[in-house]
């Protein structure tokens, strides 16, 4: 039998960071023409090693063309992988220098996305991320921030960098902020911290969807919590592996989380950094984890139905997901 087309598979992209979505070649042309001595993507080790890395990919950034270049890029990118709709983590605070302010700067943002949602035929929302090292008041600024976009493109307040020592509880008032706006709530939890931190992010800061989370498969309670709730864990396995969290892929939780009902999305996390983009991503599940296509469909539909995507891009995604299954 002929194995399904992947990339005919509609699909949502939710665990994406904005900058590390750069071609690769797109990062060594704009570095050459800014005389900027290019950021080292690869040959890191854990966690703290790629958080330099990250931020080495700002520098390039700093022309404000280049940030819309990056974004149509990133979404012409991901409709060729099947994408319908994704979710950029953004960070606007860091282009408050070269946009006058960050407020400024999310309106390019959210303006570059509309453009090239439209030009590539792709539903693309924001997720603006609190930088968890900052502290509270820096996190409730940028969740005000964030829901002032609400109902302009901005879906959802993330939560990212160190979990080490840096709590979900300490963020409570900006979350509030967020939900308040009618954000979905999806923190990072439950990568470099076990259970206890996806289980935080869910009773504390009202997670809509967790990015990661997959150490809840460690806490059978916490997995039948997530399931009976429908609360999404936006899978990145390349990154679980490269990062520690796991140690090849054929380990990789995510067999056992769908077998118990927890739902799941499948993520490129950092393509830049850890290689695989989403389609790369969605085979390697097929081929090292060893989901079906009625799982990697699964992944697919949660991928956009748990999202506040448009009405119409999930009527269209459920439509594709079934001709893909060969239910018309």
Known sequence: MTERDLAALPKGHLHIHLEAAMR?????RLAAAQNITLPQTTGFVGFT??????????????????????????????AADGVVYI???????????????AEAALDAHLAAA??????????????????????ADAARDLAELAATG????????????????????????????????????APHAGELVGPESVREAVEVLGADRILHG?????????????????????????SNVLLDV??????????????AGVRCSINADDPIL?????????LAAREHIGLTDDQLAACAWSSIETTLASPATKERARAGIDAWLGKE
């Not at 979710?87 to 302010?101: C, L, R």
């Not at 039948?224 to 609360?231: D, P, S, V």
């Not at 290689?275 to 969605?282: T, V």
Request: glycine fraction near 10%; charge should be negative; proline fraction near 6%.
């Open 24 to 28: 690769p070649e797109t990062l060594t």
């Open 114 to 135: 509309r453009a090239a949602g439209e030009r590539h035929g792709v539903e693309v929302g924001l997720m603006v991320t609190v930088d968890r090292t900052l502290g």
């Open 87 to 101: 979710e950029f983590g953004v960070s606007p605070q860091f282009y408050a220098d070269a946009f006058g302010s």
């Open 150 to 185: 609400a109902g302009r493109g901005v879906v959802s307040l993330g939560l990212a960098n160190e979990e080490r020592g840096y709590p979900a509880g300490r963020f409570v008032e900006a979350f509030a902020v967020a939900k308040a706006a009618g954000l979905q709530s």
């Open 49 to 78: 090693a790629f958080a330099d890395m990250y931020q080495g990919l700002l520098a390039v950034l700093a022309a404000p063309e280049n940030l819309a270049l990056l974004i149509d890029e990133a979404v012409a990118d991901a």
């Open 274 to 282: 850890f290689g695989p983009g989403i389609l790369d991503e969605y």
């Open 246 to 259: 796991v140690p090849e892929l054929s380990a990789h939780p995510l067999p056992q989380l769908l077998d």
């Open 214 to 238: 997959v150490r809840a498969v460690e806490d059978p309670e916490l997995v039948a919590l997530l399931a009976e709730r429908g609360i999404c864990l936006d899978v990145c396995p390349t």
